[in-house]
C-alpha cells in the first residue's frame, strides 16, 4: 500500500498543478502551496549539495519540470487573487512588507536585483554549462567505452563490472543530454516570472484606479506590495531550482558530497591560506579599514593553515607506515603464482587497433561468442569454456590469433573500416588481397564504403566480427575434444542423472569410471559426433562395457547407438551418396588389419596403400565436382582403422559403417568405388 501511494504521488501533484492552472483557490490553500513550493525548492537545493554524483540524483531533470510547472500554476492562482481580490494571502503580503521594509523604491530596488542575479547570473550560467556538459559528454562517450572494454580484455575487470560501468557511462550521457534540454525550462521560467510581474503590476494599478476608484498613490502602493511579493515567493524557489541546476551540472569527478569535497580541497595548500590570513592582518592596520573584523578573519585562516600541517604531517607518517608494510609484505603466495601461470581453455588475443571489435555495443565480438557458446551447444552437445579476449601489443596490426590451452590453433587479420569480399570479380574493387582462413577462398578486404559495389559485382560481404567468429567457431569444432574436461564429463553426467538415472546409475562408476566415459566422448567429438543424446550414448556404453571395455568398441558402440542421427548429417534431398571399397580391397584389409596402441590399424605396403589413396581421392573429386558431400563406407571392423587412415589425405571426409548406415531408412547411391588392389610401380 505504501508503495502504491509513493508511485502516484508525482502523477497526483501533476494533475493537481493543471487543476491548479484553472481552478481559483482560496487564500489559506495558496499560503501552503507557496510554503511547499519554498521548502521543496530548498529540500532540492540541498539534496544536490549532498549527492556524491550528478547520476544520484538522476530525477532531477523531471523534478525541475514539475517544480517549474508548480510555479506556474501558483504564478497563475496568485495573479486571479491579486488582480481580483487585491489580496493574495498572508504569505505574498509579508513577502512584500519584508522587501519593502518601509521604501517601495529601496524594495523595487532589491527585486529587480533578485531577478537580474536569477535571471542574467545563475539562470544563464547553468544553461550554458548544462549545454557544453552535454556535449562534451556525448563526445566523450565513445571513448570511455573503449577503456571499459581494454580493462576486460586485460583482465583487470570482470563482465559483470564492465556491464555495470557502460550502464553508468549511457546513464550520464542520458543524464546531461536530458539536463541540456531541462535548463531550458529554468530560463523560460525566469522570462515569465518577469513577465508575470510586469503585467500584475500595470493591471493591478489599472484596475485599482478604474475598478476602484483608487488614487494613483493607493493604486501603486497596494499593488506593487503584492506584486513585490508576489515576484518573491515565486522567484525565491526559482532562485533555488536555478542555483541547484547549475551546481548539480559542475559537479565533476567528485567522491564524496559537496561540502567534504570543497573542504579538502580549499585545505589542500597551506601556503595559500598562510598568504590570504597574512594579507587579511596587513588590511587591519590601513588607516580607515576597520581593525577587528579583518583581524579576525585573517587569524582564522592562519590557525585554519596549522591543522593543514598537523594533517598533511599526520598523512605523511601514514604513508610512510604503509610504505614499510608493504616493503615487509611477503613475497608472492603460491597461490598467486599458480593463478598467473593459469592457461585459458580458449583465448583470443587482438592486435591494438581491433579493440574496437569489443566496443559493447549489442552485436560487438563479446556478444557474438555469447551467441556462439549457446549454438556450439545446442550442435555438439558441450558446454563451450569462456572466451578470454585481450589486447596484445605484440601482435602485428590487425592481426588477431586464437589459441586453445595457451597453444596458438589459428590467425588471421581483420584490418579497421573494412570488410572481406569473396568472390571472383574482386580485380576492379581497391584493397588487400588475402584468403579466408576457415574455407581458404580468395577474398580482398575493401573499404567498408565500398561495400555495396563489392555486393553489385556478385561477391559475398562479411564484416570483421563475423569472420573472426566463424574462424573460432571452426576451431572450436576441430579441437572439441581437447576442449571437453573431465568437470564437464561430471556436470553432463549429473544432468543425465536428472532426467534418466537408471542410465548413469548402471554405468557410472559400476562398469566404467568417470575418465573412461570421458575418453568415449572425446572419441566421438574427434569425430565430430555430437554427444547432446547422452541418455542413448550411455545406454548403448552399458551393454558394451558389459563385455569389453575396449576404448575403441565403446567409441564404435555408442556411434552404432547414433546411426540416424549420423547419417542425417549427411543427407542430400533424403539421399545418402557413398563412396564403397571395392570387396577384394576390403577383404584384404580386413586381414593386413592389426591392433595397436592407438587403436586397430591396417598394414599395408606403402605402395598398395598410395594406389588404394589415390583412386579414394579421385572418387572424392568427382563426386564433389558434381556437387555432392559424399561419405565413405566400410565394414565396422574396419571404420576405426579406415578413418585414421583416410581423415588426414581427405580433408576429413567421413567415414560411416554398413551397420550405421542401414538404421536409417534413406535412400543410398553409390557415387565412387575404391579400386586399388593392384599396386603402382616403384
Known sequence: MKKTLTAL??????????????????????????????????????????????????????????????????NVASTRLVLGDGYAGQVIEAFGHVAIGGSLIIGAVIFLILVVIQFVVVTKGAERVAEVGARFTLDAMPGKQMAIDADLNSGLITEEDARRRRAEVSAEADFYGAMDGASKFVKGDAIAGIIIIIINLVGGIAIGMLQHGQSVEDAVSTYSLLTIGDGLVTQVPALLMAVSTGMIVTRSGAEAEMGTTASAQLAQSRLALIIAGGAAIAMAFIPG?????????????????????????????AAQAEAAAAAAAPAETTEDLVEQMRVHALEIQLAADLVDLVSGVSDDLLARVKSLRRRVAMELGIVVPPVRTRDSIELPPSTYVIRVAGVEMGRGTAPAGRVLALGDALDSLPGTPTVEPVFGLAGKWVPAEMRHSAELTGATVIDRGSVVITHLSAIITANAARLLSREDVRVLTEGVKQVSPAAVDELVPNLLTLAEV????????????????????????????????????????????????????????????????????????????????GGTQILFDANRLEAMLASLRGAVQAAESRGWSPVLVCAPALRPAVRRLVAPQTGGLPVLSYQEVTTSDVAIETVGVVRALDPIPA
Open 518 to 597: 570421458h575418453r568415449v566422448l572425446q572419441g566421438l567429438l574427434a569425430e565430430r559426433v555430437p554427444i547432446n543424446d547422452l541418455a542413448r550414448i550411455y545406454e548403448a556404453l552399458t551393454l558394451r562395457a558389459r563385455v569389453s571395455t575396449d576404448p575403441e568398441g565403446l567409441v564404435e558402440s555408442a556411434r552404432l547407438a547414433l546411426g540416424p542421427a549420423l547419417v542425417a548429417g549427411h543427407l542430400d534431398d533424403r539421399t545418402l551418396r557413398v563412396i564403397m571399397i571395392d570387396p577384394p580391397l576390403e577383404q584384404s584389409m580386413l586381414e593386413a588389419l592389426r591392433p595397436g596402441d
Open 9 to 74: 504521488a508525482i502523477p497526483i501533484g501533476v494533475v493537481a498543478i493543471i487543476m491548479l492552472l484553472v481552478v481559483p483557490v482560496p487564500t489559506w490553500l495558496l499560503d501552503v502551496l507557496i510554503t511547499v513550493n519554498i521548502l521543496f525548492a530548498l529540500v532540492i537545493l540541498l539534496t544536490t549539495m549532498f549527492a556524491k554524483r550528478p547520476l544520484d540524483f538522476s530525477i532531477f531533470p523531471s523534478l525541475l519540470l514539475v517544480a517549474t510547472l508548480f510555479r506556474l500554476g501558483l
Open 289 to 317: 579599514m576597520p581593525f577587528l573584523p579583518f583581524v579576525l578573519v585573517g587569524g582564522s585562516l592562519l590557525l585554519l593553515a596549522q591543522r593543514v600541517k598537523a594533517g598533511e604531517k599526520a598523512k605523511a607518517e
